[in-house]
């Protein structure tokens, strides 16, 4: 079921409020603009027109390995965007994606729970497509792109439906545990496999390499003690080098 809007306050607030009267796994929203896009820790996520927001609703039966399905996500878009645009991408850990240094999109993915019983996943989606980079606020500009501004001329919902073929054939496997292919492509897809990163662990500072990611999506760093850290949060790494 595909729901589409000129404009609403979040399509993952929507998309949760369907999930929540008996909509069928598969059901996407999308929306043309949004007023109250969100981020990760509700950030605020800028969604003018041109841009491809929109939220899918998956109803995995359990929760088990849920943390990997922005994972997922993240690839799936990947590898559409370079279909479509014919352009690289890249993931930074955990939910961004980037052309060169600069911000294309990202993931956000909520589930949705009634008690400790899991009842859906919204994974939500904000890509910058025909949007420019220009029209965003200042402290944004430098840090954002979009297709169009690399000269890309993208339809929205042609890019749309070709993510949603991504993630199908991803979320088959994803269903029956078989997710090492999920650590592999996001390894050749990463922005940080191989380079040094500077990691906070219990109030410290540390040099480490990072790895990959584990099974529940967190970001493995090898420091210089031969010990690998589990990084959980965006929040623990300091800079990069």
Partial sequence: MLCVFDKVSSTNDLAKRLA????????????????????????????PSGGLWASLL????????????????????AKAVEEVALVKVKLKWPNDLLIGNRKLGGVLVESCYSGTQLRGAIVGLGINVRNSSLDLPKRLKTRAVSLRDI??????????????????????????GKIEFLQREWRQLSSEVGKRLLVKTSGNICEGLATGIDSDGALLVKISTGSTVRVLSSDQLAHFQ
């Fill in 58 to 77: 998956l109803r995995p039966k359990t929760s088990q390995n849920i943390a990997l399905l922005p994972i997922l996500a993240g690839i799936a878009t």
């Fill in 151 to 176: 000269g890309r001329e993208v339809a929205e919902l042609d890019l749309l439906q070709h993510i949603l073929d991504h993630v199908g054939s991803r979320y088959e496997l994803f269903r029956t």
């Fill in 20 to 47: 929540g009267t008996g909509a069928p796994e598969g059901t996407v929203v999308v929306s043309r603009k949004q007023s109250m896009g969100k981020g990760r820790f509700g950030r605020r996520w800028i969604s």
